[in-house]
């Protein structure tokens, strides 16, 4: 027994051995194999941030980084400090509110082509979405003008001198003049742990809607459509598909295994419901066939979402539809947290091709799924979209919604929460990717745009190694960096679908149909740098 125990021992020891040897043979030879994401660049350096030597041989040789820090998750996140303890607190001052209209573009001096350029058409508006926020959100809505009121620009963990560049919207471009912006990191003033109020956002939580009595527009306007099963689903060809599936591209759409499978959905797919998403998918429907409370509308939230219209030609418009929020709360694996960030971009784009709704896409995380306009659930004629807790990812249905790991183990989660009207308060521009030039529109004509071209990160840079409240685990930070701006979110894209116009973008004619679901590649940032070098 003891030469068994002995002969385990020692071939445990020669493994760990072995793989300590290589990984750091490896690491020194062929570096690039281990980059993964733009932080992987950095790894030397932010292991070299924590003051523990245990810490950083567990970090570099087992992955294993800032144990001593993490924490299991709590019923709500963050706390909220004594108020003894000395904290940055900001008197109150109004002036970001003002932030919106701090411009001198005057529509009366406009040219007849500079109104036709400016137009939002009635259409946009006219199927506008609508979104449940979930009913135990944490991070509300909230309005960049008041976050960047609280945030101070940093270059990469170096303050920007105040002196230099005023934080408003009206000169966030003029932050690109370091390194052209891509190291710029919008810094939260607060400990983001300590829950301060405009991180949360409660205050924007949509009003209660107005009731379809009220008279805002006849009642037939507020029916629900609960979105297609894959019985209907199959029934509605798509017949012009080909004029608007992916404008300007050159390829034979014929060819392209996207588009057909758009074009003749696979019913043996929609039908097969053995994957392990399967359980997960039942929920959805289940939900999905559930009625709302047909007496509530949306509600005006006092956080504005951004419209940006994009024409692509050939009659086809994209209307994006951006939702901000201040902080991120990321999912928990095995009760721990992972993905916090400062600064939350989401979108919902909606296709057009000559006034018609065709598709929605429905951002989510580093990837999204596209619907048919007619699969997706409706109150009248306007897409009803489920923003996921914490995350504010966007999907469909109301529901669990598994992703990445096997097992559903990381999920987002959505239900009929507060419903948000984004048309009653929100500020609209049109753009036009060719020539980089984004217009105020004509139904905000005040808006001010140079905060649209800030190329840098509208949050904290994911934090060091030797920060408390940072760990990692089999690569998974528990805060990473903030996000992009509207501009660096493809708005230029052919298909519906974000990210490279090689990528597949299955279009779905039903609820929980395939799991056609594009994912973005870990080289979609690294792209995006390397143009802006």
Known sequence: MKAVKTKVTIGVLSTLIAYVSLNSLLHTTNPELFIHRPEDREERQWIATSKSWLDRKACRWLGFCGLA??????????????????????????????????????????TDDERILREIPDYVIEYAPLVHLFSGE???????????????????????????????????????????GKWVYLTSKDNVEDRPEWLEGEKNMPTTGSRPEDGFEDNDGWVHHAG??????VKDVIHDLKDWFAPGMKADLERENDYRKSRWPDL?????????????????????????????????????????????????????????YSFNLGNVVFNVRFGNHVGDWEHTMIRFHHGKPKAVFFSEHNFGSAYSYEAVEKLGKRPVVYSAVGTHAMYATAGMHPYILPWGILHDQTDRGPLWDPTLNSHAYTYDPKNDTVRASNLTPQAPTAWFHFAGRW????????????????????????????????????????????????????LGGTDNVRLATTLDEFEWEADNE
């Open 459 to 510: 949050g904290d840079k994911y934090y060091r190694l030797g920060d408390k409240r940072q760990y990692r685990f089999v690569g998974q930070y528990h805060y990473v960096s903030g996000p992009l701006g509207p501009k660096f979110k493809d708005l230029d894209r052919k298909k519906v679908c974000a990210g490279p116009d090689d990528a597949d973008c299955v279009i779905k004619h039903w």
């Open 268 to 324: 043996a797919l929609a039908k097969n419901n053995n994957s392990w998403r399967g359980k997960y998918h039942d929920e959805l429907r289940r939900r999905a066939a559930t009625k709302p409370d047909e007496k509530i509308r949306g509600g005006k939230s006092d956080a504005p979402a951004v419209l940006v219209t994009v024409n692509k030609g050939h009659g086809i418009v994209d209307a994006f539809w951006f939702f901000f």
């Open 228 to 233: 297609r099963s894959w019985v209907d689903g």
């Open 69 to 110: 820090h993490i924490r299991f998750v709590g019923r709500r996140f963050g706390h909220h400090p004594d108020p003894d303890d000395d904290q940055h607190v900001i008197q109150p001052d109004l002036d970001w509110e003002e932030a919106w209209n701090d411009t001198k573009d005057r529509p009366e001096d406009w």
């Open 138 to 180: 944490q991070f509300w809505p909230c309005d960049i003008a008041e976050h960047l009121y609280h945030i101070t620009p940093s270059l990469n963990y170096t303050p920007i001198s105040g002196s230099e560049v005023e934080p408003t919207l009206k000169h966030l471009d003029e932050l690109n003049e370091f390194q052209g």
